[in-house]
């Protein structure tokens, strides 16, 4: 198997998304996938443990996909060697009427991650220019005083949104939050082979609604809208990257990999340096621990 690089999969200002493929396996079965992520993600956990010693970064992950992209297993798989006081997973759903009150980003600011610490947005500020683009009536719900009616949601109102988001991860990163984006990347027919697995499985039947249909109606415009974010939105402080996920093990793999080949790059990531007087007693210490019982 070929080396996992980054830059592979990350996103440029021109990308085409109809030119990137939904799938990649690296020729591998789910078995030895699987044994390859547990390597990375061990080296991951290790990476977050000296991360939350240091103190002084933070790391957003953000993951966006259309139904049944595999967001959740992705999150469960990537991060599980984690210690749990070092990653914080929010799942962004409908707004609710308290959010409403307030700009689109702020929900997503008081859930960003302390330094020291992984935050995973599961859907992000994102939403606020793909769901809402398809369906722009639903920008009335939020009550704007330049916008009366769906007309007024135009080409001038997007502009301003998207220099909204760039004006947010930028000031992420100047602050020492370290951004990653990823796009899970699934073809239209994996999709309904998944809708249909929820359908047959009881287990997977909570899952389903009948609006995932009605959504599908929309696929080409939520592909156009995901191409236009992705390609407005991706920068050298927070990168975009496309994954093919069709294959599920295949795609956290990636995922998995390109956090830990990014990461690794900061080498003044380490543990801090213990007190110079508490080690020159460090003897001291162990020989007095011995001698209790």
Known sequence: MKDIEASDYQADADCDLTGRSTYEDFGL???????RLLKVRRKLGDFQ????????????????????????????EVFKDFNARGVVVHSFKVPTDLERKHDHLWRHYIALPSRGKFGVFNRTHYENVLITRVHPEFILGENLPDVQKVEDVDAVFWEKRFRQINDFERTLAETGTLVYKFFLHISKEEQRQR??????LPRKNWKFSPGDLDEREYWADYQRCYQDAIRRTTKEHAPWFVIPSDCKEGARLIVASILLQLLEQYEDIREPELDPEIKKHIEEYRNELKKQH
């Open 49 to 76: 443990d000296k991360m939350y010693a240091h103190g002084k970064y933070a790391v957003l992950v953000c993951l966006q996909g259309m139904d049944t992209a595999g967001k959740d297993s992705l999150i469960r």
């Open 29 to 35: 079965s789910d078995r030895k996938l699987e044994k």
């Open 195 to 200: 809708l249909l697995r929820r359908l047959r």
